[in-house]
């Protein structure tokens, strides 16, 4: 009985991670297919281009997706990440690198969904559950 076990959740296991991997190579190739469409066309890909911004409720007595994670990225994928988290009393604003797609130091979840939604292209606002199929 446990031998079945394991193996369903084997299964079910790699059943996930292979839409993930899925959903990762989809957003490759549309990253792929915007930065050759920009070089073909001249562009300078050093130039901030690409531009999302991703709203949110960071706090529990906050709502109205008061907070936000603005990514701002050139074609090669580097750029910055400006986030505000807004409470009731203070603001909390944070500006994180952004090289080759990926921040220098850990990304929250929200400050990777405005990096990723801006170099798919996807801006310059989006939703959460556009944010992620």
């Known amino acids: 009985m446990i031998g079945v076990l394991t193996g369903v959740s084997g299964v ?8 993930q991997a899925r ?3 989809q957003d490759c190739q549309q990253m792929l297919a915007r930065q050759s469409t920009v070089s073909t066309m001249g562009g300078d890909l050093k130039a901030i281009r690409d531009v ?9 007595e906050m709502t109205g997706r008061l907070s936000f994670s603005i990514a701002m990225i050139n074609g090669l994928g580097d750029g ?3 986030t505000s988290i807004n409470g009731r009393s203070e603001t909390r604003t944070y500006v994180r690198p ?3 797609g990926k921040g220098q130091t850990p990304l929250a979840p929200e400050e990777e969904e405005a990096v ?3 170099r798919l292209g996807l801006g310059p606002e ?3 559950q556009v944010a992620r199929r």
């Not at 079910?12 to 839409?19: C, D, E, R």
């Not at 999302?52 to 529990?60: I, P, Q, S």
């Open 126 to 128: 989006i939703e959460p």
């Open 98 to 100: 952004v090289v080759g």
């Open 80 to 82: 910055i990440v400006l």
């Open 116 to 118: 990723r939604a801006a």
């Open 12 to 19: 079910v296991i790699g059943y996930v991670a292979l839409k």
């Open 52 to 60: 999302a911004v991703y709203r949110y409720d960071a706090l529990e």
């Open 23 to 25: 959903l990762a190579v």
